[in-house]
């Protein structure tokens, strides 16, 4: 498949903000449709390319022209509604009326700016969802274990799985207020021997969730419904279809929160389903392989993206 990189917003401090565009190795004439992801992170963390290359694969192969991953301008040094969310809508915006054009120049794959899927993990998740606000929405909607419904008291109290987390010197804590401009790449929060807490941005994700502190953190003047997807279930706009995954052991995003996603929208009519995995934690995905059960999990949410738009 081929790769580039692209501009698709500057912002303050002349920093470029970048998007990763795989194309489909296949020449057709015909307009292919393009999935659009955003990264997980708690808006903290995390990066444009932490999308597996297997989904990428199994998006291709099942007919999309490109698949993109922006990043976006982390918090809490930029609030979620003017980093994350707007970059996220800038992004977005940019693969409907932009990359048409530059995958026609740069990799001879000829894509429809109307037909676009989103899809997300965790904090992506929400950013994949909140698209549903944009004038012109997405087909289809996949959203792994996003957060949603930032009214549960879950997100304003101490998280209990996270009691026994030292505490991290305050001086580590603080380089995080230094990143003036905001970073839009940060490490992944977890890895294979789990999460860095010798990385400032990591150990003060961690601190804020254990004290319930996160959310007035990244949205510190409150205005949680701009941010919060859970808003758009219940308007009387329309909304796209949405497939919802999530583990039944998630200790960070409460599965009851996924579920009261599908009941909402399904009371509306709009076609919606629930994968609950049993057991499973949050990022319950991560590593997974073609042929492992959590792959397959996620790659039948893409066969519903693929249905909506191919």
């Known amino acids: 498949m081929a790769f580039k990189e692209y501009a698709y917003k500057e912002v303050g401090g002349g920093e470029s903000l970048l998007a990763s565009v795989w194309y489909s190795p296949e020449v057709s004439e015909t307009e292919k449709p393009i999935a659009h992801y955003f990264h997980g992170g708690s808006w903290v963390l995390g990066h444009k390319d ?61 894509l429809n700016g109307n037909k676009v899927v989103t899809f997300g993990h965790s904090a992506g998740g ?34 209990p799985a996270w009691a026994k987390l030292p505490d991290f010197n305050q001086t580590l804590l603080d380089k995080i207020k230094e990143e003036v401009p905001p970073p839009s790449s940060a490490p992944a929060p977890g890895g294979p021997n789990g999460p860095d807490f010798t990385h400032h941005r990591i150990a003060w994700l961690f601190t ?12 510190p003047n409150e205005d949680y419904d701009s941010i919060d997807p859970g808003k758009l279930f219940s308007s009387s706009s329309p909304f796209p279809p949405t ?9 960070l ?35 997974a392989k073609p042929g492992d059960h959590k792959y397959e999990i996620v790659a039948k949410g893409f066969k519903f993206l693929a249905d909506y738009a191919i």
């Open 50 to 110: 932490m999308l597996s290359p297997d989904y990428v694969k199994e998006l291709l192969d099942l007919g999309f022209g490109a698949v993109v991953s922006p990043n976006y301008r982390l918090a809490p040094t930029i609030s979620a509604l003017d980093g994350p969310v707007q970059d996220a809508k800038d992004s977005y915006l940019w693969s409907q009326t932009k990359l048409p054009q530059l995958s026609a120049r740069d990799a001879n794959v000829h």
């Open 126 to 159: 929400s950013l994949a969802l909140l698209m549903a606000s944009m004038p012109q929405k997405p087909l289809a909607i996949l959203d792994v274990f996003g957060l949603k419904y930032f009214d549960d008291i879950s997100y304003s109290t101490p998280n």
């Open 208 to 219: 804020s969730l254990k004290k319930g502190t996160w959310l007035k953190s990244v949205a």
């Open 243 to 251: 497939y919802f995954i999530h583990g039944s052991a998630d200790n």
């Open 253 to 287: 995003v409460d599965v009851k929160l996924s579920e009261r996603a599908f009941e909402a929208l399904k009371k509306r009519g709009v076609d919606t389903e629930l994968v609950i995995e049993e057991g499973a934690p949050h990022g319950f995905d991560a590593g």
